[in-house]
Each structure stands twice: as C-alpha cells, then as structure tokens.
C-alpha cells in the first residue's frame, strides 16, 4: 500500500475518532481488481491512546497499466488514457453524499491523498462485511433509489460528470473493447472456441449485433442521459450493517452522463446479480420501479426511453460477457439472449432473417 503521510493518518484517525499518536497497518482485500483506474485495495487498522478503528483504502492509479489496454487501437489508446476519469472518485462520493435520496447514501469518505500525480489514495468507512441486496425485493427497491438518484443528480448538476462527453464510456466500451477485441476474436479462433461454451447460433447472433452496434450506439446517444453511478451492480451495493433499510453506494465510478436507464444494465446483468434468474417478469418490474424512482426524483421520463436506454447499453456492455472466462456461463448466455432478443423487440436491432 502506498505510505501514507502524517498528515492523513492524523485526518482518518479524528474522523474514526482515534486519538493520540496513532501507527497503522494494512492487509490487502481478497478482491479481484478489473477496473482500469483501480490499483488495489487494502483494509487498514489506525491504533492510537483510546483503542483503535479500521478504514478501508482504495488506490486510484492512471490506468496505463491497465491490461486491457491491448486491445483498443493506436488512437482509441490515446484517446483513452488522455480522458479516462480515473481520480476523481473522492469528489464523485462529496457528490453523491449531497444527492442521495431517503434509503441511499455514498459510503463516507475520511480522507484522501496524492502520490505524485499518477497514483491517488482514498480512504473510507469500513462496512465490514455488510451484504449486497440480493433478494427481489431488495433489488427492486435499489431501481428505484438508483432512478429517484439520477433524476436529482440530473437536476441538481453534476460538476463531475459533465465535464466529459455523454456516454464517454459506452462509446468506449463500444468501440475499443467489442468491436476492436472482442468482435474480431469472435470471427476467428474465440468463435471457434466459444462454440464449446455457447451454441454456434449465439455467436453468429453475436456477430450480428456487431454489424449493427453503430446504429444502437447512436440510439442511446440520442436519448435523455443523466449522471450516473456507473457500476451499480450488485458487489458495488451494500446493506448499511446500522441499518438494513439502507442502501450505501460503493466503488462509484465516475463516469459522465449515459443514457437514462444505463444503471439499471449493472443492477440486473452486472457481476453477481441474481436477477436474469427470477425472468422477465421481474426485470419487467425492476424497470418499472426505476422509472418510477425517476419521477421521484423530480425528472419524469417515458418508459421507452428507460426500456431503450438500459437495454441498448446493456446490450453493448453485458451482452457480450458470454465469451470471457468465468464461472457463470449459464447465466451470461441467457443475458446475452434476452439482451438481443429485448432489443429486437424494442427496434433497437432489426429482425434477423433466419440461419
């Protein structure tokens, strides 16, 4: 863990209520670390005169180091590390803090620093081993606390988000991560390979979402975006341990404003959500609820666009997931399949001729 400086264990150490002359050690998090701007996490005990307290800390890094990095071109590559927002989470949470709605809130920020100018650290409350909200009602509940959040973050102004183009991310993803790696790799050797985890069909439907995912980009594009949490799903959401009705948000990426409806792709179809298991039905509600949460949140928007919005970003984020390593095949191909059927339905995708 990058050393701290007197200075911030003398900041984390008052807001834990540490007092004294404090020593600290740290242990690192069993946690497996994707995301580009993310160098590691640790949890760190401050010891002073009247006990002690832990914190967890996050590393923010630049994110040249960033593995992925391989496969975007020369020119996204440069694009990408000239504008990833990759430092600015403490003012993200600030942000969050002052936007949550009644049942969410950010988790509290104690302190930050910088270590030189491509590494950051960021140290916040522990929550322990506070559950995610896995349970249908809980789920629905979090759409929408998440839809109510995003209407008054839209209203309120968000500093840190619009100081990127909407839909950065999504255009990204879209055209560096698919069709730069993963769309190429399907039309080789990957397909080849694939077809021992997926039907030969899936990946040609797949391929045939490639051809058109310009058309769905510009789709989403055109629709009402809004500041938003960026990786809201299931891991990146905690119970508050003092309070179950409480949601606390986590690991809040900082992305610029998406499509309407573009937290609800991570909710439902992120890492460790259960949702594509409970079926239509209930993502059918999840929905709902989220538009609902937008009304509550001062700023009423049309369920298609919600339904466009989630599904078409879902669908360029998520609908891909079926061809990269892990151990939930099952339900990655049926995210992949109700993502590209979804989008059929809602004209997002043409109908596919069929093989």
């Known amino acids: 863990m990058p050393v701290p400086a007197e200075s911030t264990l ?10 004294g ?11 497996e670390i994707a995301a580009p701007g993310t160098g590691g996490l640790w949890r760190v005990r401050i010891a002073g005169a009247n006990g002690s307290a832990t914190s967890v800390v996050k590393a923010l890094r630049h994110p040249s180091g960033w593995p992925m ?10 694009m990408f590390l000239a504008t990833f927002p990759w430092s600015g989470e403490p003012e993200v949470l600030n ?22 100018d491509q590494l950051r650290t ?4 522990d929550l322990g081993e506070a559950s995610a909200p896995f349970t249908a009602e809980q789920i629905a509940s979090t759409s929408r606390l998440l839809g109510e959040l995003a209407g008054r973050r839209t209203l309120a102004g968000s500093a840190m988000s ?3 183009e909407d839909g950065f991310a999504l255009t990204m993803i879209a ?19 694939a077809g021992d985890l997926v039907s030969p069909e899936l990946v040609s439907d797949l391929l045939w979402v490639g051809e058109h995912l310009e058309d769905v980009l510009g789709v989403v594009h055109a629709l009402p975006q809004t500041p938003v949490h960026g990786d809201a799903a299931p ?12 949601i606390v948000l986590i690991d809040t990426a900082q992305f610029p404003r998406h499509a309407v409806g573009y937290d609800l792709g991570q909710l439902l179809f992120g890492r460790g959500s259960p949702a594509i298991a409970m079926g239509e039905d209930f993502i059918d509600d999840a929905v709902g609820q989220f538009v609902r949460g937008l009304a509550n949140g001062g700023l009423p928007t049309a369920a298609a666009d919600v339904w466009a919005g989630f599904v078409g970003s879902a669908l360029i984020r998520n609908g891909f997931d079926v061809v990269t390593p892990g151990d939930d095949v099952a339900d990655r191909i049926a995210t992949t399949r109700y993502l590209i059927d979804k989008a059929v339905e809602l004209g997002l995708l043409p109908h596919r001729p069929a093989h």
Do not use: I, K
């Open 10 to 19: 003398s900041t984390v150490a008052r807001a834990l209520g540490v007092t």
């Open 21 to 31: 002359s404090v020593t600290y050690s740290a242990r690192p998090l069993d946690f």
């Open 69 to 78: 990095l391989a496969q975007l071109s020369d020119a996204d590559r440069a």
């Open 95 to 116: 942000e969050l803090t002052a936007a949550c709605p009644v049942g969410m809130r950010a988790v509290g920020l104690l302190g930050s620093q910088w270590h030189g």
């Open 122 to 125: 960021m140290w916040m409350e």
């Open 162 to 164: 619009e100081a990127f």
């Open 175 to 193: 055209r560096g991560r698919v069709m730069s790696g993963l769309l190429p790799l399907l039309s080789g050797p990957m397909g080849d390979a």
């Open 235 to 246: 891991e990146n959401l905690r119970q508050d341990p003092c309070d179950a009705g409480m």
